[in-house]
């Protein structure tokens, strides 16, 4: 078992490094009230949005956040 708790603990670790990278090279969201007045998402970037770089980031983030949950709960058990 102190095994896989080693295993799980280096999976954990890395999932954290790379959340933190993931989140910095997100854009931020400072359009905000004029990016919705100029019609920014009527753009095709707007309408991409899902196949874009932006996207594709969103996506790890969400799951990456998922792993990280998860793994904090896992090595949290006392089962070891």
């Given at each position: 078992?102190?095994?896989?708790?080693?295993?799980?603990?280096?999976?954990?670790?890395?999932?954290?490094?790379?959340?933190?990278?993931?989140?910095?090279?997100?854009?931020?969201?400072?359009?905000?009230?004029?990016?919705?007045?100029?019609?920014?998402a009527e753009t095709y970037?707007?309408?991409?949005?899902?196949?874009?770089?932006?996207?594709?980031?969103?996506?790890?983030?969400?799951?990456?956040?998922?792993?990280?949950?998860?793994?904090?709960?896992?090595?949290?058990?006392?089962?070891?």
């Amino acid at each position: 078992m102190a095994v896989l708790h080693t295993i799980l603990t280096i999976v954990y670790i890395i999932a954290c490094i790379a959340l933190v990278i993931v989140v910095i090279m997100q854009e931020g969201k400072q359009a905000g009230l004029t990016g919705s007045i100029s019609g920014a998402a009527e753009t095709y970037w707007g309408k991409n949005k899902g196949r874009s770089m932006e996207g594709a980031l969103e996506k790890a983030t969400r799951y990456l956040g998922i792993v990280f949950i998860v793994l904090s709960l896992v090595l949290n058990l006392k089962v070891w």
